[in-house]
């Protein structure tokens, strides 16, 4: 059971708070610089919006920059992750700018600066019990999965990534978590599973096609 409650997760939500404002205004620059160069590359809008699900499965609008062309051709096939990635897109995703726009979800309580990666809405009735537990805890912008592999790791190491963390969380391993998140952004890996852009899709025990993950 989540111990993310009382005391520890009230202090939590305080580092959650300060960190998430701090940046923002810090790297207020870098969020505007970022948002011309998509306008001006691939038009608006700059900011991809999609519901994703939260704590206890509740949905919310994850913020992302867009980095991505639309989902289909001019002849209205529809397009792999690899051909949709533009330029500007495959820059932000390798030094994971894309995520940014997340920390106004962190202030707004839909986040947390560290827990299960938010996934998409129609994986919830594809998860066994144990791997609906990831979702006892607010999902974050990083995670130990993360900081473990990212999106190199099968979904079953994922996974269980996710638990781990669900059963052993305290703000000590929150702050290693963060730390070796910003090393990692330093040099980046694990930013695509093999022969994909990002990850294919969760799919339970059905074949797995090839899908937009975070």
Known sequence: M???VGLPF???RAVDVAVAGAVLVTTLPV???VSIAIAAT???PVLFRQRRPGKDGVPFTLLKFRTMKSSATKEGI?????ERLTRVGKALRKASLDELPQL???????????????LLMQYIGRYTPEQMRRHDVLPGITGWA???GRNALTWDEKFALDIHYVDNWSVWLDLKIIASTLSRVVRPSGVSSEGHATMIEYMGSAPK???AQA
């Open 31 to 33: 969020l505007m610089g």
């Open 146 to 148: 993360q900081i473990n």
């Open 10 to 12: 009230a202090l939590k």
């Open 209 to 211: 096609v090839e899908t």
């Open 78 to 82: 529809p397009a792999f992750d690899g």
């Open 2 to 4: 989540s111990k993310q």
């Open 104 to 118: 106004w979800n962190v202030l707004r309580g839909d986040m947390s600066l560290v827990g299960p990666r938010p």
């Open 42 to 44: 691939d038009g608006r």
